[in-house]
C-alpha cells in the first residue's frame, strides 16, 4: 500500500487516488509534426527509478497531483501541484 | 557464418514412457543433462536477450524453422525464473480483433502439437475457458466476440446460466452482487505446464544448435551509427549481426541502451496459489464484474489471478490493494472457497504496451528486433510469438500473422485495441 502525502489532505492511503500516468510528457507546438505527436502520445521514458507521474486524489480533494516515485522501491520523493516542475 | 566451433553439445536422449521405464530398472540415474550450459563466445549470426518463453521459443524455431543454429539466448539468471514461470498458464485465443484472433489461435493450434515437436512433456491441457457475463450489454459484447471469432473458424459457445451451474456447481449464480447470466466457453483453451515450456523449448533449442546462456546480463548494446552491431554482457562483449530484445518486463530499459524508447510502461501483475485440494473446477473460469480468472492446477492448488496493480513498476511484488480486489471478486463468484488458505503469491513485471497488444518488430535502428509489449498475454503467445519473430530475423519482413504488431502501427494511426480504452497502459 502507498500512503500518498497530498499537500490538501495529508497523507492518505493509496486506494484514494487514481494513477494518471507520466507527467513528464509535454505537448508540443502544433506545427511540431507527425514524430513528435506520436513521440508525445505513445512513447515513454518508463524508468527503472525515479518517475514523475500525475496521481489524481478522486477520494479527497480531487485535485491532480505529481508526485516523484521510484518505481523500484515505490518510495515517495516529492508531491505537489500540477503546475510545480516535479 | 562463424567459423568457431560450437560449445559442445549434450544429448539428453529421446524421452519417452519406455525410456522411464527402463531408467527406472536402473534407480533412475541414466538421465543427463536436458540442455548444455553454454559460455558465451565471441560472437553469433544471432544473440537474443531474454532466455523466457518468447526468446527460447525464438531459438528453436531459428534453428528448426530457419536453419539458423548460429544463435545464443542470453539469460541474466537461470532460465525459467522470469515471466514464463510467474504467470497463471492460462492458453486460449477467445480475442476481438480478427487480427489478434488469427495470431492466437495459430498459437493455440501450435501448442495442441508442441508436446510432440519438443518430445517433453508440457502437460497441454485443453480443459477450456470459460468466461461469464453478468449483464445483458456483456452478453452482447460476448456474442460478438464469439461471433467473430467463429468466422474465423474458431471455436466459441455460448452456455445459459444452468449450463454454467452445471459445469462449475461452485459458482454463486444468484451471489448478490452481479449475478451470473452465462458465460461464454472456449472449449479449445486450457492451461500448459509453464515451467515445463521453458525447460522443453531450452532442451529443443539447445539440441538443434543454440547456445543458452545462463548467467550473462546485457549491460549495453553496441551501436555502429544506424546499425547494432552486439552487446555488452557481464561475461564480455558478444557481437552479432541481429540482437533480439525477448525482455517482456524490461523492454523498454533494453531499448534505452541503444537509445530508443518505445510505446510501453512496466507494471506489476500479481498471481496467488491455494493449498491443494481435490479436484474442484475442470475449466480456466473468469469472472466478468472485475478482473479475477481461476484454475486448479494438477496438484491440486487453484491458481488465479486479477489486473495489473495499476503503476509503473519494476517490483516483483505485488501491494495488498490488489490482493484485496482479487480476493473480493473470488468470494463474491466462489464463495465455497472461503476458508482456503492462499499458499505463495508472487509479482511479475508486464511490458504494458499502449494498446494493450504486443509488439514483434523491426526497429529504427538496422539489426534490432524487439518481442515484447505483451501485457499479461505474453505465455499463450510462446509459440506463435517465437515463430514470427524468428521468422523476421530470417527473412528480414514481417511473419503474415505478425504483421500488423509492428512498431509503426503507433505512428500510423492503426493501433490494436482490444478494450478500446486509448494510449494508457494502466488502463488495458
Known amino acids: 500500500m502507498l500512503r500518498i502525502p497530498c499537500p490538501w489532505c495529508g497523507e492518505r492511503d493509496e486506494t484514494e487516488f487514481r494513477y494518471r500516468g507520466d507527467a513528464s510528457q509535454s505537448r508540443p507546438a502544433a506545427e511540431a509534426g507527425l514524430a513528435a505527436f506520436s513521440a508525445y502520445v505513445y512513447e515513454r521514458e518508463n524508468p527503472c527509478g525515479w518517475h514523475l507521474e500525475w496521481w489524481l486524489h478522486v477520494g479527497g480533494c480531487r485535485k491532480l497531483l505529481k508526485v516523484v516515485r521510484h518505481t523500484l522501491s515505490h518510495e515517495i520523493h516529492s508531491v505537489g501541484g500540477p503546475e510545480d516542475p516535479g | 557464418m562463424n ?26 540415474r541414466g538421465w543427463s543433462r536436458a540442455w548444455a550450459k553454454a559460455a558465451p ?42 515471466n514464463v514461470g510467474r504467470n ?14 488469427r495470431f492466437y489461435e495459430y498459437s493455440l493450434k501450435l501448442w495442441e502439437g508442441l508436446e510432440r515437436k519438443l518430445n517433453f512433456n508440457a502437460m497441454v491441457s485443453q480443459r477450456g475457458v470459460l ?24 471455436d466459441a459457445e455460448p452456455l445459459s446460466r444452468e449450463a454454467v451451474k452445471e459445469r462449475v456447481p461452485l459458482v454463486d449464480l444468484d451471489n448478490g452482487r452481479y449475478p451470473v447470466l452465462g458465460g461464454f466457453l472456449q472449449r479449445r483453451g486450457g492451461t500448459v505446464r509453464h ?59 533494453l531499448a534505452a541502451m541503444a537509445g530508443l524508447a518505445l510505446p510501453i510502461e512496466s507494471h506489476v501483475l500479481q498471481a496467488f496459489v491455494s493449498e491443494g485440494i481435490k479436484p474442484v473446477l475442470d475449466v480456466v473460469l473468469t469472472y466478468g464484474a472485475g478482473h479475477f480468472y481461476v484454475s486448479q492446477s494438477d496438484k491440486g492448488g487453484l491458481v488465479f ?10 517490483g516483483q511484488r505485488g501491494t495488498l490493494p490488489m490482493t484485496e480486489e482479487v480476493a473480493a471478486a473470488a468470494m463474491t463468484l466462489l464463495p465455497g472457497l472461503a ?22 518488430s523491426g526497429t529504427p535502428l538496422e539489426g534490432l528486433i524487439v518481442n515484447g509489449g505483451w501485457c499479461y498475454g505474453g505465455f499463450k503467445a510462446i509459440p506463435a510469438g517465437g515463430l514470427t519473430t524468428a521468422h523476421l530475423i530470417a527473412r528480414h519482413a514481417p511473419h503474415p500473422l505478425a504483421a500488423h504488431l509492428d512498431l509503426e502501427r503507433f505512428t500510423a494511426g492503426r493501433t490494436i485495441d482490444e478494450r478500446g480504452v486509448g494510449p494508457f497502459p494502466y488502463a488495458h
Not at chain 2, 566451433?5 to 521405464?21: N, T
Not at chain 2, 547494432?228 to 524490461?250: F, K, N, Q, Y
Not at chain 2, 489471478?305 to 519494476?314: E, K, Q, V
Request: net charge positive; hydrophobic share 40%.
Open chain 2, 3 to 28: 567459423p568457431v566451433p560450437s560449445a559442445k553439445r549434450v544429448s539428453s536422449g529421446r524421452y519417452s514412457g519406455w525410456r522411464l521405464f527402463l531408467e527406472g530398472l536402473s534407480g533412475q
Open chain 2, 41 to 82: 563466445r565471441s560472437r553469433y549470426r544471432v544473440v537474443i536477450v531474454g532466455g523466457g518463453g518468447h526468446g527460447l521459443a525464438t531459438a528453436f524455431y531459428l534453428a528448426t524453422e530457419y536453419g539458423i543454429t548460429d544463435v545464443a539466448v542470453l539469460e541474466k539468471g537461470p532460465i525459467g525464473l522470469g
Open chain 2, 88 to 101: 497463471t498458464t492460462t492458453i486460449r485465443s477467445n480475442y476481438f480483433h480478427p487480427d489478434n484472433i
Open chain 2, 131 to 154: 468466461n461469464l457475463f453478468h449483464t445483458d450489454a456483456q452478453r452482447d459484447l460476448f456474442t460478438r466476440r464469439a461471433n467473430a471469432m467463429r468466422l474465423l473458424g474458431v
Open chain 2, 195 to 253: 515451467d515445463a515450456v521453458a525447460w522443453g523449448y531450452a532442451r529443443a533449442a539447445s539440441e538443434a544448435g543454440a547456445d543458452i546462456v545462463e548467467h550473462c546480463e546485457v549491460t549495453g548494446i553496441r551501436r555502429d551509427g544506424r546499425r547494432v552491431t552486439g552487446v555488452e554482457t557481464t561475461r564480455g562483449p558478444i557481437a552479432a549481426d541481429t540482437v533480439c530484445l525477448a525482455v517482456a518486463g524490461h523492454s523498454s530499459r
Open chain 2, 305 to 314: 489471478g486479477g489486473a495489473i496493480d495499476g503503476y509503473n513498476t519494476y
Open chain 2, 339 to 360: 476458508r482456503l488458505k492462499v499458499l505463495r503469491q508472487w509479482g511479475g513485471v508486464m511490458d504494458m504496451s499502449m494498446d494493450g497488444s504486443p509488439i514483434i
